[in-house]
């Protein structure tokens, strides 16, 4: 019994060694190991409660050893050694009992530090993938800018355009509108001389008239 719980415990400290430390692919070997031992959960408990069980039954040994003792005033060699025996048997199950609570623990721990550490590196893709996405909304950003810039600029320079095109309109219309006005005056001034020439031949008509009267 002694001999199989020393076993025990050196495999159990081999097997909390290999967690706390990680050697290799050892340390997912045994995850995977544990994984499989705690699918059969039943089993586990079944060997925890034996082991429980004889350690409760050891502990009661030992007092009614002591008790005896007490009683008589001294222990005899046998009691001694039955003493001793469940003593190191109560002892070796009870750091049976400890390492396997820690080595469970441990396993639980691990496993979610997995977890987190798989979560945290899709984390880590993700905001990686979301600051490449940044970059290139802020580089369309700066693109679409420089060509509001540059429409702006276009814009600017077109109604400058439109302005002196308007007022070379404007210059035009006025210059047409003089020209005009001068070809009336014009046209009048002309309508004024034919009238006058007109008059000058009556005039002259009458005249030549009068000066074949005086004649006859």
Known sequence: MIQLLFMVLCLEGMVAFL???KIGPLRELVMKCLDQVKMRKGTVLTIAGTISAILFSNFISIIKIQNKGAKIGTMTPMDQVLWRTNLLEATLMGFSLFLGFLIDRMHHYLRKLIVLRSSAGCSKKEFERLEKEKLQLKEKADKAAEE???SQKEIASLTEALKKVKLESDEK?????TAEAHVAALQKQAADLLLEYDRLLED?????????GYRS
Not at 204 to 212: E, R, T, V
Request: avoid cysteine.
């Open 19 to 21: 967690l706390m430390v």
């Open 148 to 150: 509001v810039k540059s």
């Open 173 to 177: 219309d006025k210059r047409v509108e």
């Open 204 to 212: 002259n008509q009458n005249l030549q008239n009068q000066a074949h």
